[in-house]
């Protein structure tokens, strides 16, 4: 793997949340749709069946409920998870391309996961066949991971995030 592959990843996860962003954006709108919000012909809030779908508003309510779980669902994925992920991805990505973190990440409200960055970054260099070469990218770049993590945590003079 290389750093190429990290880059593939990084485009991967862009792609991945603007395809959740759209799935969320069709659930909301199915769901102001049955809650009639979005028809035109109804008062925002009026008791009604709803004209789309021609069932009773007891099902609608129920449809609403499961239409509006699974928006918060994609929701929680896309900023939870997936941004987790993206960060990791962009970090290991700066280390590997051979950027400082406050080139990276110059403010942050919260430390990253730096532990997953760590485990992209050694599965993601090239080691080469040479032994003696292998150990020596392994341990550098072992070393150069300690000063940057140390400096991702805010360690140096200037914590690099509110700690309020």
Same mark, same amino acid.
């Given at each position: ?5 990290? @880059? ?14 759209? $799935? %969320? ?11 009639? #919000?979005?028809?035109? !012909?109804?008062? *925002?809030?009026? $008791?009604?069946?709803?004209?789309? /779908?021609?069932?009773?508003? %007891?099902?609608?309510? !129920?449809?609403?409920?499961? *239409? ?13 998870? /997936?941004?987790? @992920?993206?960060?990791?991805?962009? /970090? ?11 080139? #990276? ?14 485990? #992209?970054?050694?599965?993601? #260099? %090239? ?27 805010? *360690? ?9």
């Amino acid at each position: 793997m290389s750093v190429a592959t990290l @880059k593939y990843s990084l485009k991967a996860n862009a792609f991945e949340a603007q395809q959740l962003r759209a $799935a %969320e954006q069709k659930a909301l709108g199915f769901h102001r749709t049955i809650m009639g #919000i979005a028809s035109l !012909k109804h008062q *925002v809030g009026e $008791a009604r069946p709803n004209p789309v /779908l021609n069932v009773p508003d %007891e099902a609608d309510e !129920k449809l609403s409920e499961e *239409v509006l779980n699974r928006y918060q669902n994609l929701r929680h994925r896309r900023t939870h998870a /997936l941004r987790k @992920k993206a960060r990791a991805t962009y /970090l290991a990505y700066g280390f590997l391309r051979g950027y400082e973190y406050s080139d #990276i990440e110059y403010y942050a409200h919260e430390a990253p996961d730096l532990d997953r960055v760590e485990r #992209i970054i050694f599965d993601n #260099i %090239e080691i080469p066949t040479d032994v003696e070469a292998a150990r020596t990218i392994i341990h550098d770049t072992k070393q150069r991971w300690e000063r940057w993590r140390q400096f991702a945590l805010g *360690v140096e003079d200037e914590p690099m995030r509110k700690t309020a």
